[in-house]
């Protein structure tokens, strides 16, 4: 088996070698989805070290249900899923929805076009890391991973107007940090932002 390969009879291999509870499937399949889900366990995380237990426990459910996984669609939007649920989980003890307001008419900054686009991965990732688990999860769930505050709603068991508000709390706080000193330029792949969805493309290809 080859972990490098990349196309679909490849990735399809290692799906059946998982099914069939193979380790070097199993490890194959990690290797080929590491950088894609740590990705997202690092939106996520307080640190490195955090994002690293979400991605040892995300992985761990990966294979235990992957003989759940239909083939008619796409692996990578599974495995995400799967990823993106297991940060929730870890961080759902722990997430105090304290001193908010419902925020129905703020929905968007006026400054998010000027100031998002113009920021690398690794900038904006730094400061979503640096907000409390409560705003960094709403931020990362409706400006990045493109759910609506109706389903982070059920997700987090919390009320659409605390999802607007801590969505809203968690930009504020984010512009605040952009009034630092300015921000060292990496020769990186910049953030992309969509102005008319109010969204942010993190795109975790470094490659």
Not at 69 to 82: L, S, T
Not at 125 to 132: S, Y
Request: charged share 25%.
């Amino acid at each position: 088996m080859n972990p490098s390969g990349n196309n679909e009879y490849v990735l399809d291999s290692y799906i059946k070698s998982c099914i069939r509870n193979e380790r070097e499937g199993q490890k194959a399949l990690y290797k080929h989805f590491y950088g894609f889900a740590m990705g997202i366990c690092l939106r996520y995380a307080n640190n490195r070290l955090d994002a690293a237990g979400i991605l040892n426990d995300g992985f761990f459910k990966v294979f235990k249900n992957i003989d759940k996984y239909e083939q008619d669609k796409p692996f990578k939007a599974w495995i995400g899923r799967i990823i993106t649920n297991t940060a929730i989980d870890y961080y759902r003890a722990n997430l105090k929805f304290a001193d908010h307001a419902d925020i129905t008419e703020h929905n968007e900054i006026a400054q998010e076009q000027s100031v998002y686009g113009k920021l690398a991965y690794e900038d904006l990732l730094a400061f979503v890391q640096k907000l409390t688990p409560a705003y960094r999860t709403v931020f990362n769930l409706f400006a990045i991973d493109g759910y609506s505050h109706e389903e982070i709603s059920e997700m987090l068991s919390i009320s659409v107007g605390t999802s607007k508000s801590n969505l809203f709390k968690a930009r504020q706080k984010l512009q605040d940090m952009l009034k630092a000193p300015v921000i060292n330029a990496y020769e990186r792949k910049m953030v992309a932002f969509d102005a008319n969805k109010g969204r942010v493309d993190f795109n975790t290809n470094t490659k």
